[in-house]
Nanobody, 120 residues
């Protein structure tokens, strides 16, 4: 059994910063690429950022260099540092990860989501 738990969401004023974290735990053989998605009301879930086990990063189109994803493989944890937040960044942020529970079995696991609200 694998658990993915996000934390760090909350209410922040425009221009502020937040740091989200995502921890993967349980019966883990290997954690591969980790992702952050977000979903605003009435919109589809969209990729925010991803990071491979080797540290290769990719960002969604709307991020514009404001967010940074990082990870610590020894802790099966990643972080999403969000700076210069804008009201349009308001959404539920979800972490997901490609996890192998043994050498041959892998799947994508999702967290429950954490709310980020950017408002004055």
């Amino acid at each position: 059994q694998v658990q993915v738990v996000e934390s760090g969401g909350g209410l922040v004023q425009p221009g502020g910063s937040l740091r989200l974290s995502c921890a993967v735990s349980g019966s883990i053989y290997r954690v591969g690429t980790m992702y952050w998605y977000r979903q605003a009301p009435g919109k589809e879930r969209a990729l925010v950022a991803s990071i491979t086990a080797g540290g290769i990063t990719r960002y969604g189109d709307s991020i514009e260099g404001r967010f940074t994803i990082s990870r610590d493989n020894s802790k099966n944890t990643d972080w999403l540092q969000m700076n210069d937040l804008k009201p349009e960044d308001t959404a539920v942020y979800y972490c997901s990860a490609n996890v192998n529970t043994d050498m041959w079995t892998g799947s994508v696991y999702w967290g429950q989501g954490t709310q980020v609200t950017v408002s004055s």
